[in-house]
């Protein structure tokens, strides 16, 4: 071929490849327009592109395949891209999508843990979630502590309340972790804080207590002054005297009401029959509990009883006491 024509021809190639160049880069500009809108698609570990490109598609978008495999390709996104599952709505672009999995947008699910919550109500909210990769549900509290690298012997408390925001397919086992190491560090944000004077001598007594004036808290506002009466009553030897920690006790024995052969029924959760705390929290306390016992209010308070619309009647003497018994709590025990 003379040299005039095979470089008229080059020429004329190197036209070709920028107008198709500059063809697919104006391709992957355009928004991809569909309903209904938007679409989730889930990439598998090594899931090759094409079929990624495949899956898009089938999913609803009206992505050409071919088209987007070698967009991919040429620039330079195909080998980033990270599993997951992900949304794209009607309006985006080819570019849009390679760069939302190259980024690892994936679709973020949440998970509600609420203050208050025992571990068995959390156990089971998090093994009853679908979208979790479940490894963790059939062990033993004990198999969980020591995948944690927890020192405790019970979960009961050890789990921050929060909202978790995971991705789906996210092993149920990052959860609890996650959870764990939330609680630990608001419990020793709140202990390094904590007022001098108290009659705790350790960051999990404080989680015990806030445990228990989580559960004996109607209203946010009282919380303060429920954990200065049973600091004040600590600090004088009285019992605590707390029905929230008789019900744990009971476990499934518990039917709903609470009798007086239930406040005489002896367990280490009985703080009626014994003196100090329990041996474990009864619940998971949130920040807010874990401030008020280790910050509490100056009060003399010892007593406190429902008024029945959520908050609390405070005493300082039992004689105050009684009588609010009887002004706010007509009905006797069972």
Not at 144 to 161: N, R, V, Y
Not at 174 to 200: C, E, G, K, M, T
Not at 211 to 222: A, F, L, M, N
Request: glycine content about 8%; hydrophobic content about 45%.
């Amino acid at each position: 071929m003379p040299f005039s024509r095979l470089a008229r021809y080059l020429a004329a190639l190197a036209v070709l490849v920028l107008c198709a160049g500059g063809g697919l880069l104006w391709w992957s500009e355009q928004p991809l327009v569909w309903q209904p809108s938007p679409v989730e698609f889930t990439i598998a570990p090594g899931r090759s592109l094409r079929l990624i490109a495949d899956d898009i598609a089938a999913a609803g978008a009206p992505l050409d395949p071919a088209l987007f495999n070698l967009f991919a390709r040429l620039a330079g996104g195909a080998a980033h891209l990270q599993a997951g599952t992900y949304s794209v709505a009607s309006g985006i672009t080819p570019r849009g999508i390679l760069e939302k999995m190259e980024h690892g947008d994936v679709v973020l699910l949440d998970l509600v843990i609420p203050e208050g919550w025992t571990f068995r109500q959390m156990q089971a909210a998090i093994a009853a979630d679908s979208d979790l990769k479940q490894t963790a549900r059939s062990w033993s509290e004990r198999e969980l502590l020591q995948a944690l690298g927890a020192a405790e012997t019970s979960c009961e408390g050890l789990f921050g309340p929060d909202t978790y925001r995971f991705a789906r397919g996210t092993s149920d086992l990052d959860i609890y972790r996650r959870a764990y190491h939330v609680q630990q560090r608001r419990l020793a944000d709140a202990w390094a804080a904590r007022a001098p004077d108290l009659p705790l001598t350790s960051a999990y007594e404080a989680l015990i207590l806030a445990s228990i004036v989580e559960k004996e808290t109607g209203r946010s506002e009282d919380r303060p002054l429920v954990a200065a009466v049973f600091l004040n009553r600590l600090r004088r030897g009285m019992l605590l005297q707390t029905d929230p920690t008789v019900i744990y006790g009971l476990g499934a024995g518990y039917d709903g009401t609470l009798h007086k052969r239930d406040l005489m029924a002896d367990t280490p959760f009985n703080t009626y029959t014994r003196a100090g705390l329990p041996p474990t929290p009864i619940a998971l306390p949130g920040s807010a509990a874990l401030h008020a016992v280790l910050n509490p209010p100056h009060s003399d308070a010892l007593y406190f009883v429902a008024r029945g619309d959520g908050t609390s009647q405070f005493s300082e003497t039992i004689e105050d006491h009684n009588r609010a018994v009887s002004k706010y709590q007509k009905a006797g025990r069972p």
